[in-house]
Each structure stands twice: as structure tokens, then as C-alpha cells.
């Protein structure tokens, strides 16, 4: 009677072949001189044995061939697990939304408003979708794209020329660019003529869902915020009581977020920051004298702010400007007053509209100098 198993005509899976091969090994490990010698002299098993013949399996080098050279039929054969078949995917079969790269840096050239050229060191976040069927990507190609581009002077259209030639490459419907900077622009005191750099840390962000593309800027504004009721109740008690009182300010950020509309030719990173100063004008000092100190007093005690003043008066600014569509404004006054901070979130559109925000958003505000 003839018993035919479909099992056996089944290619063995990459698995079951690794451990049918180390039952081999170790059996070959102990083999007598005769089995020994028939596997010496077969040519498709010969390498059981390990390098010439040697008992023990592998019998490997521990000196860098600092001589050893490679060529295209060498790189040919080198395994590559990450773009393997889909039979190697491990857990869900599911399409992955962002897969990639983050926070490789390089230097990139920037055109300010006022035609000076700066080279700032940039933090990159590349990525692509990947779909269910896909084990993974090549993710040095989303550097090696990117690096093709980096001596360019900045511009959208430079990342979308990256975007462009890694999309091409991994063969993704989606990908994304983020890149951070912290930006230098010299800020003249209030009162004594000095000056200093200001840094303000920015993301670009290049995205493309479903064919459509969107440009999207971000900034972190830093200020102080005095309390309006603590400035009253202030007031209150040296008028009433002849009791002196202070009112507690803080230091406080604002991540601005806007969707630059698909007929902007340019936001300078400048255009930002002054929307935010027309917004609320207390910006921290970087040089300050005795009567900067002052006119600091006075400043933020002629503009008293709530957190949710704040998101209002930033979001007034953003709405005016033609350039911009949708945006987020996310405040947080770090308190000097509570044990707890005062936060807000302010947004317009879909872009940045969410049910659920990211439970360490307002942790990521503090600034830290």
C-alpha cells in the first residue's frame, strides 16, 4: 500500500530548515572516520564538516580582513532578511502607518528673510507606510535619499524632492519628512540697546496620505504670563490695605502648529515668530539691565494673560494670515502659584483635530534654556 503525505512535498519553511541543518551539524560532529569520509567527498555536504574537514563546526577567523574586498556578485548574495518574503512576517498581518528613521542629524543651509545664509544642525525623521504584505524596508535608503538633497539650500520643494526619491525607492504610497532646528534671530532689550540671540525650536514637517501632499510648520514660543487675578488681587490689597503684593507670573510655552495653504509661496520662519510677539508680547529677554528688568515689570503688567487668553490671542493672529490654514495652538503656564501646571488647546480644521492627545504632549513643553 503506498501512503502519499502532502506534508512532505510542503517546502520546509526557513525554520524547520535551520534545525534540520543543526541536527546534521551535530550528528557530523560525531560521525565515524567512514561517514566522515563520504561526506568529504560530496560536494553539497562537504561543508558540514566545516573548513577543511575540521571536527569542530565553525571553525571561524577572529582577525578584520582589513584587505577583503567587495564586489557586486559578493553584495548579490548577502542575506537581507527586512525585505524578505511575506512568510517571514512575525505577529499581525497588518499595514504599518510610519515606518523609518528619526533624529539622524546633519547640517542644512537656511535663507533667512533678511538674505543671510545659516547652516544649522537639523534632526531628520523620515518615513514611509508599509504594507500588510511587506516584511520591511531598506531604511538606509531613507538617509542615503536624504543626503543626496542636504547640500541644497532649504525649501519645501527640496524635501519633496527627498520625499520623492525615497517614496520611489521603497516602493510606499505614503511618506513623511520631519526635521527639527533650533533657530538663532537676534533680539534687541527692551530699554538698555542691548542685543542677543534668541533660539526657537522649530519642525518642518513634509506629509503625503493617499496623493495629497501638506506642509506644515511648528514653533515653540516662549513667555511670561502674569496672572490677571493675582494682578488684581494685588491691586486690591495695596489699595484697600495699604499692603504691598505681588502678582505671580511664569514662564510659559506655546506650540504653535499651521498647515501652510497650497498657494503659499513662503513663511519665513521670522513671519512666525512676529505673529506670536503681535500676540502676546512677553516674550522672555535674552539681555536684560535694570531698566529692561523694569520695563519687563511693566510689560507683563500690562498684559495679564489667562492660558485660555493665550490660545485665543495666538489663534487671532494665525486666522488673519492668508498663508495659513488649519493650525493648533497648545499653551501651557507653568505655574509658579499651583503644584500643577494651566494648559489649553486651540485647533482649526482636520489636520490637527484629535480626541486623544498624546499623554506626555504637555511634558514636552518645558523649556529648558
Not at 122 to 136: R, W
Not at 191 to 202: A, E, K, P, V
Not at 229 to 245: I, K, T, W
Not at 323 to 342: C, F, K, M, N, P
Request: negative net charge; proline residues 4%.
Amino acid at each position: 500500500m503506498n501512503v502519499h503525505t502532502p506534508e512532505i512535498d510542503r517546502e520546509p519553511s526557513r525554520e524547520e530548515t535551520e534545525q534540520a541543518l543543526a541536527v546534521l551539524r551535530r550528528w557530523a560532529g560525531k560521525a565515524q572516520d567512514s561517514a566522515r569520509q563520504a561526506l568529504a567527498e560530496d560536494a553539497d555536504l562537504a561543508f558540514l564538516l566545516g573548513p577543511d574537514g575540521a571536527d569542530a563546526y565553525p571553525a571561524l577567523r577572529r582577525a578584520y580582513p582589513e584587505d577583503f574586498q567587495v564586489d557586486e556578485g559578493y553584495k548579490s548574495g548577502l542575506p537581507d532578511l527586512q525585505n524578505g518574503p511575506s512568510s517571514l512576517i512575525r505577529g499581525a498581518n497588518r499595514a504599518i502607518q510610519h515606518v523609518g528613521i528619526s533624529n539622524f542629524r546633519l547640517p542644512i543651509q537656511y535663507h533667512t528673510r533678511d538674505n543671510g545664509d545659516l547652516r544649522l544642525e537639523t534632526s531628520v525623521t523620515g518615513t514611509v507606510s508599509l504594507e500588510a504584505d511587506k516584511k520591511g524596508i531598506n531604511m538606509s535608503r531613507i538617509m542615503r535619499s536624504f543626503y543626496g538633497h542636504a547640500d541644497k539650500t532649504f525649501s519645501f520643494e527640496v524635501i519633496e524632492a527627498a520625499l520623492d526619491d525615497y517614496k520611489s525607492d521603497l516602493e510606499s504610497f505614503d511618506a513623511r519628512i520631519n526635521m527639527r532646528l533650533s533657530f538663532p534671530m537676534k533680539v534687541d532689550s527692551l530699554r538698555s540697546g542691548l542685543s542677543g540671540y534668541q533660539y526657537y525650536d522649530i519642525a518642518l514637517e513634509l506629509v503625503e496620505v493617499d496623493g495629497v501632499r501638506r506642509k506644515i510648520m511648528h514653533l515653540d514660543y516662549v513667555y511670561s504670563s502674569t496672572c490677571p487675578c493675582s494682578l488684581e488681587l494685588s491691586e486690591h490689597a495695596r489699595r484697600e490695605r495699604g499692603q504691598l503684593a505681588t502678582p505671580h507670573s511664569q514662564r510659559s510655552v506655546a506650540r504653535i502648529s499651521v498647515l501652510l495653504n497650497e498657494d503659499c509661496n513662503c513663511l519665513w520662519f521670522e513671519d512666525l515668530i512676529d505673529m506670536c510677539r503681535r500676540s502676546v508680547p512677553t516674550e522672555t529677554q535674552v539681555m536684560v539691565k535694570r531698566e529692561d528688568e523694569q520695563a519687563f515689570a511693566e510689560l507683563n503688567a500690562a498684559n495679564p494673560i489667562f492660558v485660555e487668553d493665550a490660545a485665543r490671542l495666538f489663534a487671532e493672529q494665525l486666522q488673519a494670515d492668508a498663508r495659513i490654514g488649519d493650525y493648533r495652538v497648545v499653551a501651557s503656564h507653568q505655574e509658579s502659584l499651583h503644584s500643577h501646571d494651566a494648559v489649553s488647546v486651540l485647533t482649526e480644521g482636520d489636520t490637527f483635530a484629535a480626541d486623544s492627545l498624546d499623554p506626555k504632549l504637555f511634558s514636552t513643553l518645558f523649556h529648558v534654556g
